[in-house]
């Protein structure tokens, strides 16, 4: 069982920073596919970024400005967002997977309760 909580949402002025953590427990860590996700109000849950090892991917909308980053030290998922934009507005969710399986298109199967990340124009 892995138990994630995340931090950092909050409210920001389009052009700036946020930095969302996502802490997990669990001693196998390293080894899990960890993803960052995002609803906002009416919208479908959609991909934002997500790291196994040393390997990152990003959503075509937030290349460029989002990079995430792990800590296995401290079992935390970073999400650095810079020049945000009133579309990134959304609940933002950790997520963590089996690795290579989900790595590789399978479903991640812990979630963390969210945090908001508000955009103002």
């Known amino acids: 069982q892995v138990q994630l909580v995340e931090s950092g949402g909050g409210l920001v002025q389009a052009g700036g920073s946020l930095r969302l953590s996502c802490a997990a427990s669990?001693?196998?860590?390293?080894?899990?596919?960890m993803g960052w996700f995002r609803q906002a109000h009416g919208k479908d849950r959609e991909f934002v970024a997500a790291?196994?090892?040393?390997?990152?991917r990003y959503a075509d909308s937030v290349k460029g400005r989002f990079t995430i980053s792990s800590d296995n030290a401290k079992n935390t998922v970073y999400l650095q967002m810079n020049n945000l934009k009133p579309e990134d507005t959304a609940v933002y969710y950790c997520a963590a997977g089996a690795g290579l399986s989900t790595w590789l298109g399978g479903k991640y199967d812990y979630w963390g309760q969210g945090t908001q990340v508000t955009v103002s124009s």
């Open positions: 790291i196994w090892w040393s390997s990152t």
């Open positions: 669990g001693r196998t860590f390293s080894s899990y596919a």
